[in-house]
Nanobody, 123 residues
Framework: QVQLVESGGGLVQAGDSLRLSCAASGRTFTMYTMAWFRQAPGKEREFVAAINWSGSRTSYVDSVKGRFTISRDNAKNTMYLQMNSLKLEDTAVYYC????????????????WGQGTQVTVSS
């Protein structure tokens, strides 16, 4: 079992920055691919970013490229999402997820989920 706890969400204005954290506990964290997803009201959950166990491979949805940065600190069992130049359309509940296989994690298949943290961007 893996437990994931997100933090760092909040209410910000468009153009501001936030950093989300996802603290993991349980099974061997360092061997897992990690990812962020988000779900806006009335919409399906969507992939945002992923990072492999070593941090050498990352992937982003097109809408956040150049604005968001995913990273991880295996010594702290924690993953981060630095979000800059936030837009109104970034408003959503952000979830972290983890699993073994990259191709499964990026589509949210067979992963462990956190409880989510709300990010609200106002004009």
């Amino acid at each position: 079992q893996v437990q994931l706890v997100e933090s760092g969400g909040g209410l910000v204005q468009a153009g501001d920055s936030l950093r989300l954290s996802c603290a993991a506990s349980g099974r061997t964290f360092t061997m897992y691919t990690m990812a962020w997803f988000r779900q806006a009201p009335g919409k399906e959950r969507e992939f945002v970013a992923a990072i492999n166990w070593s941090g050498s491979r990352t992937s982003y949805v097109d809408s956040v490229k150049g604005r968001f940065t995913i990273s991880r600190d295996n010594a702290k069992n924690t993953m981060y999402l630095q979000m800059n130049s936030l837009k109104l359309e970034d408003t959503a509940v952000y979830y972290c997820a983890t699993g073994v296989g990259w191709s499964d994690v990026v589509v949210g298949r067979g992963v462990y989920w956190g409880q989510g943290t709300q990010v609200t961007v106002s004009s």
